[in-house]
């Protein structure tokens, strides 16, 4: 096993309270292991609690075209392949799942903004990364997939929670049965792109967004994200209690009161 294998050639930079994890498989499209993910969980789980905004990105022209081809071998020798996995008793298979998912699920923290940069294809476990983000910037040349179904498969890794949020139900089953591509202009136009730009203004708009991202103070840039993240499963109700909680404690913090 290489080194780039063992860590599922997953690379990650940090300036200053911006953290970037980069796919840097680009000769495969950045295609994913479940080494990918247990990479992708490590560093959640090791995230430093001064990082305000983490980047996901591709290296090359795709953001991830989904699981590395190998996994859908039918020999059960293959290390994490579907074979593998399908043989497990109910209960390891499930953890075995739970643990990919960790990989993903963590990009919507407290504490942390998560922003998506897609280019090219973003297909399966690629667009499901890509849905685990806060925000999506995405390339006028992207293309988005979910085929699982198609494969005889569902979406396991965060996706169907995450797709109906931002699409709701009709569009989210549409796109995930048929498992026809989104295109930019469309993914923006349903919400599933926050900006779609030129492919060469990418890295420049991801930029200008981290920037605007980061300039509140960081305890109320922090409250309002949990604020708006936790307005989709709150009641009304519940809803004005936690902004009413959350606004006392910056207004002491304003007046030096605590």
């Known amino acids: 096993m290489s080194p780039e294998d063992s860590n ?7 300036d200053g309270d911006v953290l970037t994890v980069t796919l840097d498989r680009p000769d495969q499209l950045n295609a994913q292991t479940p080494a990918t993910w247990s990479t992708l969980a490590g560093i959640g789980q090791s995230l430093d609690a001064d990082v305000r905004v983490v980047v996901v ?47 993903f ?29 806060d925000l999506r910037v995405l390339a006028d040349d992207a293309q988005l997939r979910l085929p699982e179904a198609t494969l005889g498969l569902v979406p396991d890794l965060t996706g169907t929670s995450n797709l109906v949020e931002l ?45 605007a991202i980061t300039g509140p103070p960081v305890a109320a840039s922090r409250a309002t994200a949990e604020l708006i993240r936790s307005a989709g499963r709150n009641s009304p109700d519940e809803q004005d209690a936690a902004e009413r909680a959350a606004q006392v404690l910056r207004l002491q913090e304003l007046v030096g009161g605590r």
Do not use: K
């Not at 599922?8 to 940090?14: I, L």
């Not at 795709?62 to 579907?82: I, K």
């Not at 963590?106 to 983000?133: D, E, F, K, N, T």
């Open 57 to 103: 990105r591709g290296a090359g022209r795709a953001f991830s075209a989904g699981l590395d081809r190998s996994l859908f071998s039918p020999e059960p020798g293959v290390p994490g392949g579907l074979a593998e996995l399908g043989r497990l008793p109910d209960g390891e298979a499930a953890d075995r799942i739970a643990a990919y998912q960790a990989g």
């Open 8 to 14: 599922g050639w997953v690379r990650t930079s940090r």
């Open 167 to 211: 699409v709701g139900h009709a569009r989210a089953m549409e796109i995930a049965l048929t498992g026809r591509a989104v295109r930019a202009a469309e993914a923006q136009a349903i919400g599933l792109a926050n900006v779609v730009v030129p492919a060469d203004e990418l890295d420049v708009t991801v930029a200008d967004l981290v920037a």
């Open 105 to 133: 699920r963590w990009l919507r923290s407290p504490g942390i903004v998560s922003v998506a940069a897609v280019q090219g294809h973003a297909i399966g476990a690629g667009m499901q990364l890509a849905l685990a983000c």
